[in-house]
């Protein structure tokens, strides 16, 4: 069975503070990495897309490590409003790329 | 402007009963999805619809059966209700296929089975 894990958290921090979040997964062929956002009882909502080369948008920081298989998130100057949940998502082509989603980190950021 | 809408937002029903679950997207979209996330958050994919054809089908109960009238919609029937069904529902569409594209979600069907 292919496996995304996650570590749930939460993950207590003040503002202003560097967070760094990881996720596993066990298909060594996965193929397109992302990182999802979800707030409590609402939908999910694309954060970011993972390249192989790492990528930043803003205060976020996405890497993948291939060779260890797994990716990251880094939020720096983390906001009242980071607070929330942080999905993985991992398909592969062998899966139809097929989503499978980890089951989140949750994220609280406090004054 | 909602990007895609689902109703009903919540449902409560007995043990037995039938129920659907309706999803509109106006983004034009050509692909859309059923999830249902669990009382664990665990999010999965139950089935995927390509201009109104089944695309995947994930190893769900036949009770759930999925219904796309047109490309803008994919509704859920699902028979028989069982308690292990509670869960919330998302809809999601994208652009072309799952690979590289990004998906836009419903705000969720919240299905409590009593």
């Known amino acids: 069975r292919k496996e995304v894990e996650q570590d749930p958290g939460p993950f207590n921090v003040p503002e202003g503070a560097t967070v760094a979040f990881n996720c596993t997964y066990s298909n060594s062929a996965s193929q397109s990495f992302f990182w999802y956002r979800q707030d409590c009882r609402k939908e999910p909502k694309l954060l970011m897309s993972v390249y192989s080369s790492g990528n930043e948008d803003g205060r976020f920081t996405a890497q993948l490590n291939r060779a260890s298989q797994y990716i990251s998130l880094l939020i720096r100057d983390s906001k009242l409003s980071d607070s929330a949940t942080y999905l993985c998502?991992?398909?592969?082509?062998?899966?139809?790329?097929?989503?499978?989603f980890g089951r989140g980190t949750s994220l609280i950021v406090h004054p | 402007d909602t990007a895609v809408s689902q109703t009903p937002k919540y449902l409560v029903t007995q043990m037995g009963n039938d129920k659907s679950i309706k999803c509109e997207q106006n983004l034009g979209h050509d692909t859309m999805y059923w999830y249902k996330q669990d009382s664990k958050k665990f999010l999965k994919i139950m089935f995927s619809?390509?201009?109104?054809?089944?695309?995947i089908n994930e190893t769900v109960p036949n009770r759930f059966s999925p219904k796309s009238p047109d490309k803008a919609h994919l509704n859920l029937h699902i028979n028989s209700l069982e308690l292990g069904d509670s869960a919330v529902y998302f809809c999601?569409?994208?652009?072309?296929?799952?690979?590289?594209?990004?998906?836009?979600f419903g705000p969720g069907t919240r299905l409590t089975v009593l």
């Open positions: 998502v991992v398909k592969w082509s062998g899966g139809s790329y097929i989503p499978t």
């Open positions: 619809y390509n201009n109104k054809e089944l695309i």
């Open positions: 999601a569409s994208s652009q072309g296929g799952l690979r590289d594209n990004e998906q836009f």
